[in-house]
């Protein structure tokens, strides 16, 4: 007769210790979705007795969001995000669970000055983090929550997170290469520098495939942060040492209301004399004079697939990690003209 199978047997072909095997089919706490898939298949393989998880609807009860703030700065309605935040709340309303969400204060080198109480807390069954987080960080947040994550309009390429992110690269070269079909040839770029999170990386290398692809052989980068009044230095300092520039591609909508302020004080006409165009569409886009042609992105849609992906990967923790691109769309405005 053969004996009974032990939590050991289960430990053993799981390849972990009897503790986390235990923990892990006890549904505790600290065990990697990963480590208890692996588990939960040794044990049903072996034929121990498995508690089976409750469905989806009463598994998942409290969503946590988080985005990121600066160290020291006013706490403002953030354009982008405010709808990413919108549609998942929406999500959750149809989904009936739970949301709490907060601002994480970063210091100067993305480093978080402050734990939520809903990570020191263990408020939450998932946790959607929206925005560029430096991977040790996205590391860091894992290890305190030990709940599934979902990075929305984020990156961490060494780690293995599920995400929902923006088309960046085609969306920029499609914005660059309207600009040429209108018969610019001298196009520069603001919003981007070397220290860039990777979204914007990704807008600058649209830039350069769309000029490469219609032999333009000289780019017009003019480093600079992405907040109105860094793309407002940015044209001025642009204009100064390449004044034959006739056209601006701003890697955000808020670089592109600060090029055309820039322009304005400049005495340079837009789009007479330089056209524009953004990316990201924000509300503002459409309300300046002229109205900003712009990329436009799914910020909603962001926030809705990134709690579907947090719900899907809690059923299922075992199913592979998977990155949903959103693609982007060209919305055409007052603020380009044909040279």
Known sequence: MASPVTLRDVAKTAGVSVGTASQALNNRPHVAPETRARVLDAARSLGYPVKEPAPRANAIKVIGLLTKHDLGLAIEINPFYSHVQAGVESECRRQQVSLMYANVEVDPSNHPVQWPPMIGEQQIDGLILAGTFIEKTVDLFQRRTDVPIVLVDGYAPNLSFDS??????????????????????????VGWSESSPPSVQERMRGYLAALAAHDIR????????????????????????????????????????????????????VPGDLSVVGFDNIDLAQEITPALTTVHVHKAWLGILGVRQLLNRFQGPAQPKTTLTLDTRLVIRDSVTGR
């Open 218 to 269: 000289q780019p017009y980068i003019q480093p600079s942060g992405l907040s109105r009044e860094e793309g407002q230095a940015a044209i001025e300092a642009l204009l100064a040492r390449a004044p034959e520039v006739t056209a601006v591609f701003a890697c955000n909508d808020m670089a592109a209301i600060g090029v055309l302020t820039g322009a304005r004080d400049l005495g340079v006409g």
């Open 164 to 189: 929902v992110v923006i088309d960046n690269q085609p969306g920029a070269r499609t914005g660059v290469e309207y600009l040429i079909e209108q018969g610019h040839t001298r196009v520069g770029l």
